[in-house]
């Protein structure tokens, strides 16, 4: 599945079955505020401190109900939303330089009350595209009930240069009440699974993901669309994650990443709420904690040898299970179990560190962008 960035041309059929891509928010109440945004551009790029965003797309959408609208900010960078429902809203304003592979970006949560209306402005700098992350994770099972073995993780390398994955590992979080009760005030990740590529990182060359490429780690590298639905085939991944001691299948074809954790389960991860990161691998090391029943053995992984980390979640709220340094945010939200649907980066590559904006709910595409 190595494929340079392209544009699905399944995208309109896409379309047409996206609705089934998450669960029915309650319906939108009567509306009765207004608010009106001013983005501002504070890179200083066009010779001032501050400027109006001119032509900057502003995404809102409810966290409480269901309700996203996309607007366009006029020559004074201003945008005005009327008949708003009291609520939580995420708002996020954008303009893209493909050319370039930077976004001028700005994030906000509004609360709104029932007021007449309301005023707030929106900073937006320029981001820089990250050399490697995490593009998609599809983790939600296809349409055949309780058929959950066709999920994978999706790399996109941004960079101008060939990169090299050896020695980096792919880590799914872990649910220990210890660590995640008090998540900021540790330097590290825990790990219930750590799967590792092959070779050592800057040693030797045997991993490379090449500018502009998408690469595609399968749990299990089979062509699940004959379980039937809309399940998918991940028989030509480029990686698979094996583990040997837990009657795992494996695709002799496609190269694995093997397992580095104490536990003797395959890699998966859970179909609601759950955090995927990569890392380089450097530094981790083995610690027990308490799981609820027994003392078990968690990787630990330093925050400073993550590479990108995904923390998703059907629901809003919540425990966090990323801190804040990794993940500000969460996608998947509005994302239902056995839909065939992931959560994959709106745009490849650019990455504001908070996953609730990045990501967006779409059908599983597997080696390309929808």
């Known amino acids: 599945m190595r494929s340079n960035r392209i544009i699905s041309t399944a995208a309109v059929v896409a379309a047409l079955v996206l609705s089934a891509c998450g669960d029915e928010k309650p319906i939108m109440p009567d509306g009765e505020n207004n608010l009106i945004i001013f983005a501002v551009d504070t890179s200083g790029v066009d010779g001032a ?61 509004k609360t709104l009350v029932y007021e007449p209306s309301d005023v707030d402005t929106l900073y937006m700098s320029y981001i820089k595209s990250s050399p490697i992350t995490i593009n998609e994770i599809y983790y939600a099972g296809c349409t055949v009930v309780y058929y959950m073995f066709d999920q994978f993780v999706e790399l996109y390398n941004s960079s101008r240069d060939t990169l090299y994955l050896d020695g980096y590992v792919l880590c799914r979080t872990t649910q220990v009440e210890e660590v995640l009760g008090d998540i900021e005030s540790y330097d590290y990740a825990l790990a219930y699974y750590v799967y590792q590529f092959p070779g050592t990182m800057d040693v030797t060359k045997e991993c490379p993901i090449a500018p502009g490429e998408f690469q595609v780690i399968a749990f299990d590298a089979y062509d699940h669309s004959k379980a039937g639905g809309n399940c998918v085939d991940l028989s030509g991944a480029d990686w698979e994650t094996f583990n040997a001691t837990s009657f795992d299948y494996d695709n002799l074809a496609v190269p694995n990443l093997v397992p580095i954790t104490a536990v003797g389960n395959d890699f998966s991860t859970n179909l609601g709420h759950g955090a995927i990161w990569l890392s380089t691998g450097e530094g981790i090391y083995f610690e027990a904690h308490w799981d609820g029943t027994k003392m078990q053995d968690y990787v630990h992984v330093p925050l400073v040898s993550i590479v990108d980390g995904v923390e998703y979640d059907n629901e809003p709220g919540g425990i966090k299970y990323l801190t804040i340094r990794v993940d500000a945010g969460r996608g998947g939200t509005g994302n239902s179990k056995y839909t065939g649907c992931s959560i994959e980066r709106r745009y490849p590559g650019l990455d504001s560190n908070n996953s609730t904006f990045d990501f967006e709910i779409t059908l599983a595409t597997p080696g390309y962008q929808h």
């Open 49 to 109: 401190d501050w400027v109006p965003a001119v032509d900057a797309t502003v995404k809102i959408a409810s966290v409480n109900f269901e309700y996203r609208e996309i607007f366009q900010t006029d020559g004074e960078g201003r945008v005005a939303i009327e008949n708003l429902p009291a609520g939580t809203y995420t708002i996020m304003a954008e303009k893209i330089d493909p050319e370039e592979s930077i976004m001028l970006l700005g994030q906000m949560s």
